[in-house]
């Protein structure tokens, strides 16, 4: 089928990894990628053959990354792909939840829908850079947690199409 996989804990030890590509075909089991060894990594995703689109089995052991990139030619990002458990909490004062997964996300042109619950407990993203100049389709539970805000970046001269979009508005 053309797919790989990477097994639990493969690279919890490289604590000095950078950069890593890898073919949207890939199966990375969950722990793969850990905090220590992705926290300040860029995962670049890239389209290989009729593979195109980004489903859950590959997100879930890369959610470690800082950095997200799709690479132009992905053209989905399938339900749960990197869903994130619920984070653990800091009892200070108050409780305060600790944030996961990356904290920015580059979406291609060629991208036309994020699934439900795509980047579900991604509490840390403060920034999504969108390249594509039309609004895509986003499943409203794309990113299910209150109070999320996160600054988007959109091509030059598309800014008014996102700001009366349905999705990106909020």
Sequence with gaps: KGEFTIASNAFSKCSNLESVTLPASTIIEEGAFDLNSARNAELKIVPTGNYTSVESTLGKGATGFKKIVFDEGISSIGPNAFEIEASPVIVSPRPIPLANGPTSIVLPSTLGFI???????????????????????????????????????????????????TYWIS
């Design 115 to 165: 699934d439900a619950y795509a980047f579900r407990g991604c509490t840390a993203i403060q920034d999504i850079t969108v390249n594509n100049e039309t609004p895509l389709a986003v499943d409203e539970n794309a990113y299910p947690f209150t109070g999320f805000t996160a600054s988007l970046n959109v091509p030059t001269g598309s800014k008014q199409n996102y700001l009366y979009h």
